[in-house]
């Protein structure tokens, strides 16, 4: 009995929603190029990502210095739509509010498409920036 127990506490944990700081997005195109600096031999990299969120259309740029890591999210990028971007706290405004995102390479995993479904994601602008608090004296 112990362990049917567990097994039902695990498959909700697994079912449970995406964390307040944890965003499912849904890519539909990337672009990426490559370019040799001269006289120094270091590649610049631009790597944007366009995808649909709860908050409307965004673009990620997608910074980090890890190569292996940038072909592995390439690769898995053909295969898997849908994926989880972990925004920092601090960032929390800026991706809801900004229409493009700087987003380390680390902070993105691919979702298993045929599982989880994006129904929240959306094209379109972000919304508005709610107005400033009023300050009472």
Known sequence: MNRKYWVIVFAMLLSHPVWASDYMVELFEEHYKEKMIPGTGDMKVNHTWQVMTPYGSKVLVLVGTDYNLRNWIRQDAKQHRLWVAK???????????????YLDLQQLQPVYDKKWKCGGCRYGPPPHKPPPPLQTK
């Open 87 to 101: 925004i920092p706290d601090e960032g929390d405004a800026r991706f809801r509010y900004n229409m493009s995102v």
